[in-house]
């Protein structure tokens, strides 16, 4: 599964890995703690959170996804 990391845009703060749904409430508290006057901003950061291989298997499925749809447009 893929993790996510939100570095704010004021400070040197980051969320460390985590889920996105984590990594956008910790900003958004950070924000608020931190930089109450100020609209969230900063760097989203995505990696694949799975090292043992298949690191590409939503590559794949996007790749299946199009083979899919060209093939259905073709048969028109
Ligand atoms: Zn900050």
């Not at 043992?52 to 499925?61: E, I, P, Q």
């Amino acid at each position: 599964m893929a993790q996510f990391e939100n570095a704010c845009g004021e400070c040197g703060y980051t969320t460390g890995w985590c889920s996105q749904s984590e990594a956008d409430e910790r900003l958004m508290r950070h924000y608020l703690d931190r930089h109450p006057t100020v609209p969230p901003g900063g760097a989203h950061r995505v990696r694949d959170g799975d090292p043992s291989g298949g690191g590409c298997g939503s590559c794949l499925l996007v790749l299946v996804v199009l083979i899919v749809l060209l093939a259905i447009l073709s048969n028109r």
